[in-house]
C-alpha cells in the first residue's frame, strides 16, 4: 500500500537556521502531498500542500516542492524561529481518499 | 469559535469501561473523520463519513463504533476499552473528500486507560 517516510527526529536548530525536513513516499499514480504542524497540546493544522508535479507549495515561510522522479516532498524554510517549535507531518491523499501520514518529525528551535 | 470542538479534552478510565467522544464541527462540512495517534506521534485514520454515511473503515476492532446522528456530529463509542487503546484521538472534517479539500483537526482527546 501507498506509504510516507520521514526522517526521524528531533531536529535541533538555532534561530535564523535553514530547515529541511526530507520526506519521501510510495504511491500508485500521482497523490496529493502535504505538510502539516502540531503544535503541543494542539490538532494538526494544514501547513502546504501539492496536487501535482513540480507544484510548489508555500505558506508562513515554509515551502516544498512535488519532485515525481524522487518521489519527495521535502519540507524547507530559510530561517526559522522559535515559534516553529512543532511536530511536522507529511502526507499524502490516496486514490481512496484516505490521508496517509508520516511518523511526524519533532522540531525544536533554541533563541 | 472553535471549528472543530471534542469533549472530553482527557479521559482516564479503567480497562472494560464503555466510553464515548463527542466530536462537532461548525464549519458546514460534509465530511468528517476520526484518527488515533498513539504514544510514538503515529497518526492514522479510523472512520470517515460523508455526509452521515460511512465511507472509509479501516481495521479497526468492532469495539470502535462512529454514530454521526447529522452532518455536523460524529461521536466514537468504545466498549470494554483495553490498554492499548491509550492514544490521543483525532475528529476533523473537510468540505469533501477530494485532495483539494483540506482538513480542518479538532485539538484531540487523550484517553489513558488505567
Known amino acids: 500500500g501507498d506509504s510516507v517516510t520521514q526522517m526521524e527526529g528531533p531536529v535541533t536548530l538555532s534561530e535564523e537556521a535553514c530547515l529541511t525536513i526530507n520526506c519521501t513516499y510510495t504511491a500508485t499514480g500521482y497523490p496529493s502531498l502535504f505538510w502539516y504542524v502540531q503544535y503541543p497540546g494542539e490538532g494538526l493544522q494544514l501547513l502546504l500542500k501539492?496536487?501535482?508535479?513540480?507544484d510548489k507549495g508555500s505558506n508562513k515561510g515554509f515551502e516544498a516542492t512535488y519532485r515525481k522522479e524522487t518521489t519527495s516532498f521535502h519540507l524547507e524554510k530559510g530561517s526559522v524561529q522559535v515559534s516553529d517549535s512543532a511536530v511536522y507531518f507529511c502526507?499524502?491523499?490516496?486514490?481512496?481518499?484516505?490521508?496517509?501520514f508520516g511518523s511526524g518529525t519533532r522540531l525544536l528551535v533554541r533563541p | 469559535d472553535t471549528a472543530v470542538s471534542q469533549t472530553p479534552k482527557y479521559l482516564v478510565t479503567q480497562m472494560g469501561n464503555d466510553k464515548s467522544i463527542k466530536c462537532e464541527q461548525n464549519l458546514g462540512h460534509d465530511t468528517m473523520y476520526w484518527y488515533k495517534q498513539d504514544s510514538k506521534k503515529f497518526l492514522k485514520i479510523m472512520f470517515s463519513y460523508n455526509n452521515k454515511e460511512l465511507i472509509i473503515n479501516e481495521t479497526v476492532p468492532n469495539r470502535f463504533s462512529p454514530k454521526s446522528p447529522d452532518k455536523a456530529h460524529l461521536n466514537l463509542h468504545i466498549n470494554s476499552l483495553e490498554l492499548g487503546d491509550s492514544a490521543v484521538y483525532f475528529c476533523?472534517?473537510?468540505?469533501?473528500?477530494?485532495?483539494?479539500?483540506?482538513?480542518?483537526f479538532g485539538d484531540g482527546t487523550r484517553l489513558s486507560i488505567l
Open positions: 501539492a496536487t501535482k508535479a513540480d
Open positions: 502526507a499524502l491523499m490516496d486514490s481512496s481518499y484516505k490521508l496517509i
Open positions: 476533523a472534517s473537510s468540505q469533501g473528500l477530494e485532495s483539494n479539500q483540506p482538513q480542518h
